[in-house]
């Protein structure tokens, strides 16, 4: 795994994913309570990308079927999802957003 650039800080924004792609991963950053997040930017249920999806407590609605997943952990939190998210570690660093892809 390696520190790869993903963002500033000062572009998250509370309950508001923010999509980037780092290499081949699509990934999604979160902005949770003051801390940030990051998991894969697809739903493991069907194609859809999470970051399209509702914010809120924590959690991150996919668009296409509804399914929650908590950004913290990745795990599937109701039907039809099952599989968890994928997450990623976080590093902040002068203000610069590093995930370990």
Known sequence: MALTFAANLSDLVDDEPLP???GDERIALYLVDGKVYATH???????????????EDGCI???LHQGKFDIRTGAALCAPATAPVRTYPVHIEDGA?????
């Open 20 to 22: 980037v792609t780092l």
């Open 97 to 101: 957003i590093l995930v370990d892809i």
């Open 61 to 63: 609605e996919c668009p």
């Open 41 to 55: 930017n697809v739903c493991t249920h069907q194609f859809a990308l999470l970051s399209d999806g509702y914010m």
